[in-house]
């Protein structure tokens, strides 16, 4: 079983940039893939990027594509997500967890039937906004 963290959450105006990290614990040997993931209150938790370790696969979502890098250091087990040009839309809570393979993390809400992820972390809060 893997363990996440996310940190690095925070204000920042229209236009700026922040970097989320995920401290991923627990068995990292083998394959998987980390999905990141956001929710704005009364929402569905929707993904919105992933990366597969250690084939470094990338998937985003449209509203993303363009604008947010997802990365991953090996030797110290974060992944990060590089956020650009962010946007009063982009606020929300965001979270990153663990799947084992990128197939499996969809850049959409949760569906019946879809692979259920159950090691979220407690997310971090990115506000944008003048």
């Known amino acids: 079983q893997l363990h996440v963290v996310e940190s690095g959450g925070g204000l920042v105006q229209p236009g700026g940039s922040l970097r989320l990290s995920c401290e991923i614990s627990?068995?990292?040997?083998?394959?998987?893939?980390v999905g990141w993931f956001r929710q704005v209150p009364g929402q569905e938790r929707t993904g919105i990027s992933a990366?597969?370790?250690?084939?470094?696969?990338?998937e985003y979502a449209d509203s993303v594509k363009g604008r947010f890098t997802v990365s991953r250091d090996s030797a110290k087990n974060v992944v990060y997500l590089q956020m650009n040009n962010l946007k009063p839309d982009d606020t929300a809570v965001y979270y990153c967890a663990t799947a084992p393979s990128i197939s499996l993390i969809k850049m959409r809400p949760w569906r019946p039937g879809d692979y259920a992820i159950d090691n979220w972390g407690k997310g971090t809060l990115v506000t944008v906004s003048s």
């Open positions: 990366i597969s370790s250690p084939t470094d696969m990338t």
């Open positions: 627990g068995s990292t040997r083998g394959y998987y893939a």
